[in-house]
């Protein structure tokens, strides 16, 4: 199985790749990047670089890079505070760039093979609904529930009805949750909470632990096992993702 893996030097993405690597069912692994990856990444046999400035764009070249692939590992974004506080450049990251890149999925790779499942790296309480208040980590938890419901749209491919838009957030979320979509495109979304990587300290993974956190390996795993197989509820809690 060809699979297209982003944000592969982020702390989720380097997680993601280290258990692309060791699956064997993963033949290919493209790396679709802005900066470098390690050098013992690159030389993987199985792993193609493709180095990429603007995530917004996707010419028909890049394409032709990236065909035969049958799973898209999103791990681009992060906290609004990861941006230096600047919320409208963390939503154009995670929001903007994101939907981009589904959507030239959807439309210029999924036609091609039998079915092609987009599994996107999201956050723990993430929050569809852009005008409620929250008590803490508001922007980055709007931008995410943004972003899903974005992804949700494109994999099902219709527009809400006059009652879809009277729902409020929850219900919303809870009817898209199922099934990861209609089409030959499918959407699947990851919510882990703290990320600890293999490399962490003791005393992170001890406050890892204490806070449900989940080792990006084990993301990575979870993952995979969405694009291989999709999942029960399209949208998968931390706590799933740890037992996957």
Known sequence: ?????????????????????????????????????????????????????????????????????????????????????????????????????????????????????????????????????LLFLNDTRKIKGAVEKGLCALADEQEQGDEGKKKGGEEEEEQAAEGGGTGKFEVWIARPSTLVPPEAPAHKKFVGALSKGISTVQLGRAMIKMAMEGSGERIVETDTLSRM
């Open 1 to 133: 199985m060809k699979v297209i893996v982003t944000g592969a030097t982020g702390t989720a993405g380097r997680g993601i790749v280290q258990a692309c690597l060791a699956d064997e069912r993963i033949t290919k692994l493209t790396i679709l990047t802005r900066r470098a990856v390690a050098s013992e990444v690159e030389s993987d046999p199985k792993v193609e670089v493709v180095m990429h400035d603007d995530f917004s764009q996707y010419p028909d070249e890049l394409m032709q890079r990236l065909e035969g692939a049958e799973a898209c590992l999103w791990a681009i974004g992060g906290r609004v505070d990861q941006f230096g506080g600047d919320k409208d450049l963390a939503r154009k990251v995670g929001v903007d760039y994101t939907l981009a890149g589904a959507r030239a999925m959807r439309d210029k790779l999924a036609p091609k093979v039998s079915r092609f499942r987009f599994v996107f790296c999201s956050g723990m309480l993430a929050e569809w609904d852009q005008d409620k208040s």
